[in-house]
C-alpha cells in the first residue's frame, strides 16, 4: 500500500522527560517498547501537538517544560519534517522563554495559525484516558466529538471559543440582573451563530463516521450505532441549515432569560450536548457494555475516523495509540494492525511488550524506550 503522509523526522527539545531527542523515520507504522514511566506516551504527545489544540493529554502548555533536580526548563520545543503526497514541510512549535503560556506553530519557517496544521496533519488518538469515555460525564464525550470534529473542521475549535465567550458574557449579565434587550440580543446572536455552526460540524462527523462504519461491515470491531442527544445538533441531522437552526436558538436564548438567571447558568445549546452510543450487535448501550466490548468499540470508532479522515484528504492520517494494544485480544490485535496497515497511515502505537506488534511482522519500525533514552529495535 502507499502512504502519502508521514513524519520523517522528529526532533524534541526540554519537552516532557526529553532534554534532547531525534528520531529518523521511513512512513511505515512507529512501534515504542519500553516499561512504564519511560516515555512512550510523552513521544506520542509530542507529535500530537503538531495538530491544532492542547494534544492528547490536554496539558497546560507550561506543564510541558522539561523539569526534574528543582530546574524547569525555559522553553520546549517539538519540530518535525513531514512527507506529503510527494512533497516535504517542516513544522515547529512550541513557547518561548518570555511567553510560556503562548503557543508558537510554524510551517515551513513561517508563522502560522494553528489550526492550519489540521490540513497539513490529519490526526486522532486513542488513549487509555478514553476508556471510561462510555461510562463518563457527557462533557467527556463532547470533548470526544469535538476532537473529531476540529479534525476535519478548522473552524470548529474558533466557533467553540466564541460561544463559550458569549456564553460567559451573557450569563455575567443576568447574574448582574442586567436585562437590557440590545446587549443580551447580541449575545444571544452571537452564542446562536457559533453554536449552529458547532452543531452542523458535529452533525457532519455523525454523518461521516456513520458512513464508513456502514461500509466496513467486516471489520473484526463491534458495530457502533451513533447519535447526537442535542436539539441543535439534532436539527442538523434532520437537515436544517444552519441560519435556521440559529435563529431558532436565538429565540430560545430570548425566552430562557429569567430561566437562566435564576439556574445561574444556560440551561440549553451544544455546551450540554451528548454523543450516544450502542452496541448495535448486541443492542445495548456502550455504558452497559463490559470494559472489553467499550474498548473495542472506542477503537472501532477511531478507525471510522481514521477512514473518513483518508477519504476526505485522499491521504491516510497519522494515527495516534497509546496502550491499545494491550487491551485487545490476539485476534482483534492483529485485525487493528491489519486495518492500520490496509489504511496506509503511518500509526504510532505504545505498548511494554514488543511482543504486542509481532502482526506487523516486518511492515514497523521499532523502538525501545528506557528512561527518556530512544534506541531502535
Not at 24 to 53: I, Q, W, Y
Not at 168 to 179: G, H, I, K, T
Request: overall charge neutral; charged content about 25%; some cysteine.
Amino acid at each position: 500500500m502507499t502512504r502519502s503522509l508521514a513524519i520523517t523526522r522528529l526532533r524534541l527539545t526540554d519537552f516532557r522527560n526529553y532534554t534532547r531527542a531525534e528520531l529518523a523515520l521511513d512512513a511505515r507504522p512507529v512501534a515504542l517498547a519500553g516499561p512504564n514511566g519511560a516515555g512512550k506516551t510523552n513521544l506520542l504527545e509530542a507529535v500530537s501537538m503538531l495538530s491544532p489544540g492542547r494534544g492528547l493529554r490536554r496539558a497546560k502548555l507550561d506543564s510541558l517544560r522539561r523539569a526534574g533536580n528543582g530546574e524547569t526548563a525555559p522553553a520546549w520545543g517539538v519540530a518535525a519534517t513531514i512527507a506529503r503526497a510527494g512533497e516535504t514541510h517542516e513544522i515547529t512549535t512550541g513557547v518561548a522563554p518570555e511567553a510560556p503560556n503562548r503557543r508558537i506553530v510554524k510551517i515551513d519557517g513561517t508563522n502560522a495559525p494553528a489550526a492550519d496544521l489540521t490540513a497539513l496533519i490529519p490526526m486522532v488518538w486513542l488513549t487509555p484516558a478514553q476508556d471510561r469515555l462510555f461510562m463518563g460525564p457527557p462533557g467527556d464525550r463532547r470533548r470526544f466529538l469535538d476532537r473529531l470534529t476540529l479534525a476535519a473542521a478548522p473552524d470548529h475549535a474558533r466557533n467553540a471559543s466564541t460561544y463559550e465567550k458569549a456564553m460567559r458574557e451573557r450569563q455575567r449579565l443576568l447574574d448582574d440582573n442586567v436585562f437590557d434587550p440590545s446587549w443580551l440580543g447580541a449575545l444571544e446572536a452571537r452564542m446562536a451563530e457559533s453554536g449552529a455552526a458547532m452543531a452542523a460540524a458535529r452533525a457532519r462527523t455523525l454523518s461521516r463516521l456513520a458512513e464508513q462504519i456502514a461500509a466496513s461491515p467486516d471489520t473484526a470491531f463491534p458495530t457502533a450505532a451513533l447519535a447526537l442527544d442535542g436539539a441543535l445538533e439534532e436539527a442538523a441531522l434532520a437537515g436544517e441549515t444552519p441560519e435556521t437552526i440559529a435563529e431558532s436558538f436565538t429565540r430560545k436564548l430570548a425566552e430562557a432569560r429569567n430561566r437562566d438567571a435564576a439556574a445561574g447558568r444556560a440551561l440549553s445549546g451544544p455546551h450540554r450536548s451528548d454523543l450516544r452510543v450502542t452496541h448495535r450487535e448486541k443492542d445495548a448501550p456502550a455504558a452497559q457494555c463490559s470494559t472489553g466490548e467499550q474498548k473495542a468499540l472506542l477503537t472501532g470508532l477511531i478507525l471510522a475516523q481514521a477512514r473518513a479522515l483518508a477519504a476526505d484528504h485522499g491521504i491516510g492520517p497519522i494515527v495516534l495509540l497509546d496502550e491499545a494494544a494491550a487491551h485487545l485480544d490476539p485476534d482483534r490485535r492483529a485485525a487493528l494492525i491489519a486495518e492500520l496497515n490496509d489504511l496506509g497511515a503511518q500509526a504510532w502505537l505504545t505498548g511494554v511488550e514488543s511482543r504486542l506488534f509481532e502482526a506487523f511482522t516486518t511492515d514497523a519500525q521499532m523502538f525501545r524506550v528506557e528512561t527518556g533514552e530512544i534506541t531502535p529495535g
